[in-house]
Structures are given as C-alpha cells and as structure tokens.
Nanobody
C-alpha cells in the first residue's frame, strides 16, 4: 500500500513558477513508476508527466513539454513537479499517482495507476 500527499499548489501570476511535491509512504515506492495528472475546471483528468522507477526516463504531455520538469528523490520518497512559465490554462487540481508495477515503465493512462493523492490546487492568473 502506498499513500501519497501532494503539496506546493497555490495562486501564481502567468509566467511564474511553482514546485509541487508528492510525499509517499510505503516500502515499495522506490521501485514504482510515478506520474502527475491534472483536472482543469469542468474538464476530464489529463496526463501531465511521468517518470520511471529509477528517475532516468521521463515523458511529458505536449502542452507542458519544455516548461515542466518531473523528478523524484527515492531517498526521500518524494516526487516533484517543477512548473515554469505557467499559463492560465495550467489552472487545475494536480494529482500525483503511483503505478504498482515493480521496476515497471511509466504510463500515460490514468487507469494504469493504482494509488492517487488527494490533489493540490494550482491557479494561474492572467
């Protein structure tokens, strides 16, 4: 069992930056792939970024590529999302997710993830 708790959301002006964190509990965190998803107001949840268990492979949605960076610190059991050059369309609730597949690859479909955090709100004003 893995429990995930996001933090770092808030209100920021367009062009600004935020860093989201996702603290995990559970012994197997270090061997699972992780991802970030977001749900804009009135829309479906969408994929943002993913990272494999060791942190040396990442994948991004086109809409955030070049602006967001996903990383992980397995010693701290923490996942990060550095968000730069934020736009109003980045406004959403951001969720971290864990895929229960030992040494497995990352995934971009929400259905491939087994554990989810409660979400943190990010609001970007124009």
């Amino acid at each position: 069992q893995v429990q995930l708790v996001e933090s770092g959301g808030g209100l920021v002006q367009a062009g600004g930056s935020l860093r989201l964190s996702c603290a995990a509990s559970g012994r197997m965190f270090n061997v699972y792939a992780l991802g970030w998803f977001r749900q804009p107001p009135g829309k479906e949840r969408e994929f943002v970024a993913a990272i494999n268990w060791s942190g040396d492979r990442t994948y991004y949605a086109e809409s955030v590529k070049g602006r967001f960076t996903i990383s992980r610190d397995n010693a701290k059991s923490t996942l990060y999302l550095q968000m730069n050059s934020l736009k109003p369309e980045d406004t959403a609730v951001y969720y971290c997710a864990c895929r229960r597949s030992i040494y497995g690859s990352y995934a971009i479909a929400a259905d491939d993830y087994d554990y989810w955090g409660q979400g943190t709100q990010v609001t970007v004003s124009s």
